[in-house]
């Protein structure tokens, strides 16, 4: 399995003191070990297993990188800075935010903050797991400026209904169990309906009566999803693979895993 970027310490290490060979070449192994806090046996055995690789090569009595390791040095670090900048994303510092108010609120009174269907609450004086202070009078129903957070806001992902089409080539909406669907949507309860193709729209306002619009189909799928909502997602293969791929992502990158079922109308 192949090691992020970020976990992978020997890589790290063994593109480090690349990188001090390509700014100083004429430094010796003692200098690279102390300049990246090892020792010079480290150093020795790093580059024992990096000319073994080609990644490095002597010259005239001197370490040198080979375009192979020139070229491995650019994609690692620059993969690297994407996990970084990934993880920055997931833990950056929010100062305030916007939530509506779930009863009367008086400027600078302790709110709770909760999750409820997709949007952020703010409660007075209720005790949650994550906490804020209101910034300003807000009515019940009102938006709410919070600041002086502390906390996590406690809520779970939303869960995903697949239901799957016919394509327009075999028919499309026409010849699927309307009622059969509706029955699937009716047992999930799903807090937002999302179709992924012209075809999902007309099964899903068959099914649901309501009037479905296609726009940024997998965008809406994953916001949704983040904050808690379930999501039925109707379309044809093409399009629930889309956002099967997105699920895998988003696994890939935060290790959050969404549940999901499918159904084949």
């Keep these: 399995m192949k090691v992020a970027p970020l976990r992978d310490l020997r890589r790290n290490t063994e593109l480090l003191i690349l990188v001090e060979i390509i700014q100083s070449p004429s430094a010796r192994m003692k200098e690279i070990a102390d300049k990246l806090d090892v020792t010079v046996q480290a150093v020795s055995q790093y580059l024992a297993a990096m000319r073994k690789e080609g990644l490095v090569r002597e010259q005239k009595g001197r370490i040198r990188p080979t375009r192979k390791g020139m070229q491995l040095l650019q994609e690692h670090f620059t993969a690297l800075k994407q996990d970084v900048d990934a993880t920055l994303r997931r833990i950056s510092v929010i100062d305030t935010c916007v939530a509506i108010a779930g009863g009367v609120i008086d400027q600078g009174q302790s709110v709770g903050l909760v999750m409820e269907d997709g949007m ?123 956002v099967l791929v997105a699920i895998n992502d988003l696994r890939t990158a935060s290790g959050y895993d969404v549940k999901w079922k499918s159904y084949r109308a």
């Excluded at 909406?173 to 729209?201: C, M, N, T, Y």
């Excluded at 309501?210 to 940024?216: D, F, I, Q, S, Y």
């Design 120 to 242: 952020l609450m703010a409660y007075p004086g209720r005790k949650e797991s994550s906490m804020g202070v209101a910034k300003e009078v807000a009515s019940e129903g009102d938006d709410v400026l919070v600041g002086e957070l502390e906390g996590i806001v406690d809520m779970d992902l939303g869960e995903l209904l697949l239901i799957e089409t016919p394509s327009e080539f075999d028919g499309g909406s026409k010849g699927v169990d309307v009622p059969r669907v509706s029955e699937k949507l009716d047992s999930f309860s799903p807090g937002l309906l999302v179709a992924g193709d012209a075809v999902g729209a007309s099964l899903m306002m068959k099914a649901s009566g309501e009037l479905v619009t296609v726009h940024a189909p997998i965008e809406a799928t994953m916001s949704a999803l983040s904050k808690g909502v379930n999501v039925a997602f109707c379309g044809t293969k093409e399009s629930t693979d889309r």
